[in-house]
């Protein structure tokens, strides 16, 4: 477990807003999509290429994650900003966690 996972002010802001969360939850939310959530290693197909180019788009951004239907965007342990996952990238998500349930046993 990794402690202490820093929010910005712009994330928390973005977290609220698009999972609904209070504000008491962002830093727990985070925590959890922090430990929980698909590394870019742990993908395929065109969700590792979005991540990719998400990459790229901000390199500072160097530690992405899925957690659900959002993408979860850290620089170290400080999360940056919150994304939607587009459409096209959720049904491979749910592959990819499956696949990694599996393989942690």
Known sequence: MILGVKVT???EQRE????GV???ATERLAQI???????????TGNL???LTSLYFKNKKANNLRVYGDK?????DEVLVTVLNLPRGCMEIA???FERKRRESG
């Open 33 to 43: 999509a922090f430990e929980n959530g698909l590394k870019h290693s742990e993908t």
């Open 16 to 19: 609220r807003k698009r999972c």
């Open 22 to 24: 209070p504000k008491k």
């Open 71 to 75: 993408v979860y965007v850290f620089s």
């Open 48 to 50: 590792h290429k979005y």
């Open 94 to 96: 749910k592959k990819c």
């Open 9 to 11: 002010r712009h994330a």
